[in-house]
């Protein structure tokens, strides 16, 4: 009776919550048993007599231990060397079993690994794994977030060595449709280089043939290979500030598989009879051959598409294809929003790093109809291609994202009405989009916006066609970037191999399995990438502003709880403002979701623009703090 099972979620100050389907229980830290961060958890229920946690609780055993190694700073000591960690949720320090005759230098960033866990009377005991580098040395911020989640940038000399020799292999052409004298060309960021999508178009009876060519990857990384065994491993590329982590080698991802200008490359293509309202008419998939007729940037083509005369002069036989690309691409997105789809306008930061992987600036990052136009005809080849695979009843990882939590929905609600907005009809996406529509360019759209996407379901990848409730798609999968993401590599394995002839029943459970497995593997390490992105950007915007300790900056309310308030600056820096650190006493007031000042009477809220002194930057944790007079 009274004991239960859960997550430990650590805390800075040393105590923790265990998560379980009963709710959240409190451990405070002299009933953590050695239990850290992450941990499998037991618990025995207590009697609280502390009215902010009613539930609390002591953990009885440890299940499963989920840190198996730490990143942390070396310390020498007298008696023993230890690692502090960086993960602060973890309270304790590692002592190290096995002093060097050559020791450390302090302040050296390394991975430690954990030969005994802590328990009540002492800390944990481990020995140095990996020595990253002094905690100064170019790019070892980020470097420590990566080995941190388990991340590893390099690949095995086998894996290395199985991509040189198959993208060394001649081509063959043998089955695939010929493009290659057809206008098609890319269009990225300036600094991509696995380049796995490209665009043509050209009038038709009907209206256009759009075609979408994808890199076909899955030529060159086979089932089961090493190369697919380390691709599955990884499920995506991780793009962290100052770096590139590749799901595949660099001899494929930025070369045989990148669909250069000027030179053949083997695609899947599908291709597209588009009527001018925006209406897909047919389709086809085909394995084919394609040779780009250039390499365009989106900047390039954003001038093209606002008229700049010298861009457009530049690409006289691109500069068509581009205007009606855009033009029907337009019509797509207005078609997608007026069915209900939902467009979150949340602000990204632009960091500019020097030379020694410092920031130089922090912008906010400009979205352009350019991006747009590539968005959009993805956005059509993968839910075409997720129709044909459902229409087929063949197996495949599709792309889902369920409907909204009804009681975070009502949680997010509750602010919005508190806002003067008016109460949702229901949960359907068109009511959402209308709400979205409504906060265009007001002081709270941000906020909007971010409890909105807060209270939605998160997006994964599943073997059922269970629909995407954020792009009102029926049918959706990704496909357009296998270089990059393990479950596009297999929708076009199962794709050719269908193409190819009937498959057999067995072979039709086979894929069925694995595409399972796959889903489950591509949702995990998903987050994992995400996370480690965000937490690369929060380090680097907190490296930023520890140089502006002390100056003043405007700003906006975008979140308020009982702790405080958090401010964003305009170039999407956000920190937070405690109370703790005001002159006035102020207290939150939830009903109206404001905190007002007891002695001033001054009520701030969501959307109010302030000025804001930045009082502390910790660049370890990416915790910002600012202050306000």
């Keep these: 009776m009274n004991v239960l099972q859960g997550t430990l979620q650590g805390n800075e100050r040393g105590f923790g919550f265990v998560l379980t389907e009963d709710g959240d229980y409190y451990v405070a830290p002299r009933d953590l048993n050695g239990a850290m961060d992450g941990d499998t958890v037991e618990i025995g229920v207590l009697e609280s007599r502390d009215p902010r946690h009613p539930k609390s609780a002591y953990i009885r055993k440890v299940l499963t231990h989920a840190n198996r190694t730490l990143v942390g700073t070396y310390r020498r000591g007298r008696r023993h060397d230890s690692v502090l960690p960086l993960n602060r949720k973890i309270p304790y320090e590692v002592i190290l079993s096995d002093r060097k005759k050559k020791r450390l230098n302090d302040n050296t960033r390394v991975v430690v690994e954990i030969t005994e866990y802590p328990n009540t009377f002492r800390g944990p005991v481990g020995r140095i794994q990996t020595v990253l580098g002094k905690a100064t040395d170019k790019g070892i911020d980020v470097l420590s977030v990566l080995y941190a989640l388990g991340i590893r940038p390099h690949f095995p000399k086998s894996v290395l060595e199985e991509a040189e ?3 060394n292999q001649p081509m063959n052409f043998e089955g695939r449709l010929d493009l290659r004298d057809k206008l098609i060309f890319t269009i990225d960021g300036a600094d991509a280089k696995d380049l796995d999508d490209a665009v043509s178009v050209e009038p038709c009876e009907e209206g256009f043939l759009v075609g979408v060519h994808i890199a076909d990857v899955s030529h060159y990384v086979t089932e089961k290979s090493r190369l697919d065994n380390v691709a599955f491993k990884r499920g995506t590329s991780i793009y962290p500030v100052d770096r590139v982590v590749p799901m595949l080698p660099k001899a494929l991802s930025n070369h045989i598989c990148s669909l250069h200008p000027h030179v053949d490359r083997l695609t899947l293509s599908v291709l597209m009879t588009v009527s001018p309202d925006g209406e897909r008419l047919s389709y086809s998939i085909q394995p084919s051959v ?3 007729v250039a390499r365009l940037t989106y900047d390039q083509v954003q001038r093209v598409i606002d008229g700049d005369k010298a861009e457009r002069a530049a ?7 581009i205007d009606r690309l855009h033009t029907l691409a337009q019509t797509l997105r207005q078609n997608r929003f007026s069915r209900g789809g939902l467009d979150f306008d949340l602000p990204e930061p632009k960091i500019t790093l020097d030379a020694n992987g410092h920031v130089l600036t922090v912008e906010k990052a400009v979205v352009g109809t350019a991006n747009q136009l590539i968005e959009e005809w993805m956005l ?3 839910q075409t291609v997720a129709y044909h695979l459902r229409k087929s009843d063949l197996p495949a990882v599709y792309r889902v994202h369920e409907s909204p939590d009804p009681a975070k929905l009502a949680s997010a609600e509750a602010v919005f009405l508190a806002l003067g907005y008016p109460k949702l009809r229901s949960a359907n996406s068109k009511d959402l989009a209308t709400l979205l529509r409504k906060t265009e360019g007001t002081p709270e759209e941000a906020t909007v916006h971010t409890l909105l996407l807060r209270s939605m379901a998160k997006a994964r990848y599943s ?3 269970l629909g995407h409730y954020g792009l009102e798609m029926e049918d959706y999968c990704h496909f357009t970037s296998p270089i990059r993401r393990y479950p596009d590599l297999v929708v076009h394995r199962i794709l050719k191999e269908s193409l190819r002839g009937k498959l057999s029943a067995e072979r039709l459970r086979t894929l069925k399995d694995f595409t399972v497995v796959a889903a489950e593997q ?18 680097k915007l907190a490296e930023y502003m520890s140089h502006r300790i002390g100056l003043e900056f405007d700003g906006t309310i975008v979140g308020i709880n009982n702790q405080g308030f958090f401010v964003q600056l305009p170039n999407t820096i956000e920190g937070m403002v405690r109370f703790s650190d005001l002159y006035d006493y102020y207290h939150f ?3 109206r979701f404001c905190a007002v000042g007891q002695r001033s009477g001054r009520i701030l809220r969501l959307g109010d623009a302030v000025t804001v002194t930045v009082l502390s930057a910790d660049t370890e944790t990416g915790r910002i703090d600012f202050g306000m007079y």
């Design 165 to 167: 020799t198959v993208s």
């Design 463 to 465: 073997e059922q066609p």
């Design 290 to 292: 394609i040779r780009s």
């Design 315 to 321: 690409h006289p036989d691109l500069t068509p294809c």
């Design 522 to 539: 591509a949702s995990n390490t998903e987050l994992i990438a995400v996370e480690a992105e965000r937490e690369c950007v929060r380090i």
């Design 589 to 591: 007031d939830e009903t």
């Design 380 to 382: 059509m080849a993968n």
